[in-house]
Nanobody, 127 residues
């Protein structure tokens, strides 16, 4: 069993930055790809970025490429999401999830391919 806790959200002006954290408990974290998703009011949960279990590869949604950066520290069981140049359209609740397939060699961008979701952290970007 894995538990995830997201933190670091808040209110920021457009152009500002935030750093989100996803802290995990459980033995499978270090062998699992991790993804960040976000969900705005009235919209479906959408893929943001994912990182491989070893941290060597990343995959970004086009909407955040060049602005967001994902990293992980397996010694701390934590994945980070550095968000720069934030825009009002980035406003959403951000969730991290664990890829259902250990050491997956395929990028998964659908929520159904992830489990062990955290409670989410709210990011609000004002214009």
């Amino acid at each position: 069993q894995v538990q995830l806790v997201e933190s670091g959200g808040g209110l920021v002006q457009a152009g500002g930055s935030l750093r989100l954290s996803c802290a995990a408990s459980g033995r499978t974290f270090s062998t699992s790809n991790v993804g960040w998703f976000r969900q705005a009011p009235g919209k479906e949960r959408e893929f943001v970025v994912a990182i491989t279990w070893d941290g060597f590869s990343t995959y970004y949604a086009d909407s955040v490429k060049g602005r967001f950066a994902i990293s992980r520290d397996n010694a701390k069981n934590t994945v980070y999401l550095q968000m720069n140049s934030l825009k009002p359209e980035d406003t959403a609740v951000y969730y991290c999830g664990i890829d259902k397939i250990r050491r997956s060699a395929i990028w998964h961008i659908l929520p159904r391919d992830y489990d062990y979701w955290g409670q989410g952290t709210q990011v609000t970007v004002s214009s």
